[in-house]
């Protein structure tokens, strides 16, 4: 492991790190990282008031700010670089998608349905403008930040059966589909409909199976 961390970049040491903080208790933050920066301590209130969706509208606020946008000069030896702000972006953008996934796992389908959708609207943000949120040196746009789809997707699809109607249910599995995963189509289209009631997975069924084909 320790030889295999050191061939990793900056942005997937920073996921890591990001990762292990979670996992890690309080108490062992100090032995972890203490020799090298002060660890902050929260009040209780602060503690307690991060809640998911109050923090993924943390995240998009900032992330609107301009927070994460640091650029820097491109060259033909850094074009695949990222600067430190996209790392962190992409970083926060991974931990609070693990914790959508976890909320599903809890029964919090509605906070993880509103909180996906926040980091979608991230998503389709930075596709519509490039340069606002994030950095890229070379081909920007929302596949630039990484996302297991095949797992991140089943979850979502999962919160949307709940309580919505087949016509918006068929909607937001063929924008989502059709926005971020389309190469993935039939096995996603196939694993919302193992989630759907017989009104959605009816609506689902005058879905195309691939791009410009119809069921």
């Known amino acids: 492991m320790r030889v295999a961390l050191r061939q990793l970049n900056r942005g997937r040491l920073l996921i890591i790190a990001e990762r292990a903080v979670e ?21 209780e209130s602060e503690c307690s008031s991060g809640s998911l969706l109050a923090e993924t509208r943390k995240f998009h606020e900032a992330s609107l ?37 976890q909320a599903v796992v809890e029964e919090s389908t509605e906070t993880a349905r509103q909180s996906f959708e926040i980091l979608f609207s991230l998503l389709r943000q930075i596709d519509e403008e490039p340069d606002r949120i994030v950095f890229f040196a070379d081909e920007a746009g929302s596949w630039q930040v990484p996302v297991d789809w095949r797992t991140v997707l089943p979850a979502y699809f999962e919160c949307l059966a709940s309580g919505t109607s087949g016509e918006e249910f068929a909607r937001e599995v063929d924008r989502v589909i ?7 189509r039939p096995e996603l289209l196939a694993t919302a409909a193992d989630l759907a009631n017989d009104e959605q997975k009816g609506a689902l069924g005058l879905l195309p199976v691939r791009e410009g084909r119809r069921r």
């Open 23 to 43: 996992m890690i208790p309080s108490a062992s933050l100090g032995a972890l990282v203490g020799d090298m920066m002060k660890v902050p301590r929260l009040t």
């Open 65 to 101: 700010r301009g927070e994460y946008y640091q650029s820097f000069h491109v060259n033909w030896r850094n074009c695949t670089d990222k600067s430190q702000g996209t790392d962190a972006f992409i970083a926060e953008f991974d931990r609070l998608t693990a914790k959508c996934l």
């Open 178 to 184: 059709s926005e971020f995963c389309h190469h993935w």
